[in-house]
Every structure is written in C-alpha cells, then in structure tokens.
C-alpha cells in the first residue's frame, strides 16, 4: 500500500508564498501520475496540477504562473510552490498518486490565505 505524507500548510497572508511536499512510501517513478487537488471551504475538490510519468505537467487556470508542480524521484517526493498567494487559494491540499487504475490519497494539508 503507498502511503503519502503531505506537509508545508499554513496560515500565509496574501502575496506570500508556500511549499507544500508530498512524501511517498514507494516509488512516484513507477506511478502513472502525481497531482495537487484541493478543497475549498463549501466548494467541491478541484485539481490543481498534475504531472504524469512523461514529465506532461497540468495546471488549474486559476494557478497558472503562480503555482509550480514538480517532482524528486530520488526522494520519492512531489513538490508544489504556490506564490503569489491568494485568499480564495485557502483550501485543504491533498497530494494524490496513481499507479494503474488505483489512486492513493494523503492526508491533506491545510493551507489558509489571510487578506
């Protein structure tokens, strides 16, 4: 079973910047794609960027030249630095992993954008 570990959440004022890590158990170069979703209070879960075994990297419009996805497959950790921070970024982060057909969830992040 892969297990992922997200840290690097917090309470940032707007314009500030963050780094979120995901920390995998196993192998993220065996893993068809890594992704950053996020949950907003009220809202539903969106994905926010996504980079697949290719390098093919993703981003949600509203992140674009503002958040960065990337990976360290030596660590087995996937990164994303979120700047230019924004109160509507406030959200829990969840990192996502999926091998074959099966996706493994961490524990989520929180992430909190003062005004």
């Known amino acids: 079973q892969v297990q992922l570990v997200e840290s690097g959440g917090g309470l940032v004022q707007a314009g500030g910047s963050l780094r979120l890590s995901c920390a995998a158990s196993g192998s993220i170069f065996s893993m068809t794609a890594m992704r950053w979703y996020r949950r907003a209070p009220g809202k539903q879960r969106e994905l926010v960027a996504s980079?697949?075994?290719?390098?093919?990297?993703n981003y949600n419009d509203s992140v674009k030249g503002r958040f960065t996805i990337s990976r360290d497959n030596v660590k087995n950790t996937v990164y994303l630095q979120m700047n230019s921070l924004k109160p509507e970024d406030t959200a829990v982060y969840y990192c996502?992993?999926?091998?074959?057909?099966?996706?493994?969830w961490g524990q989520g992040t929180q992430v909190t954008v003062s005004s």
């Open positions: 996502n992993a999926e091998e074959y057909s099966t996706n493994y």
């Open positions: 980079v697949r075994s290719g390098s093919r990297i």
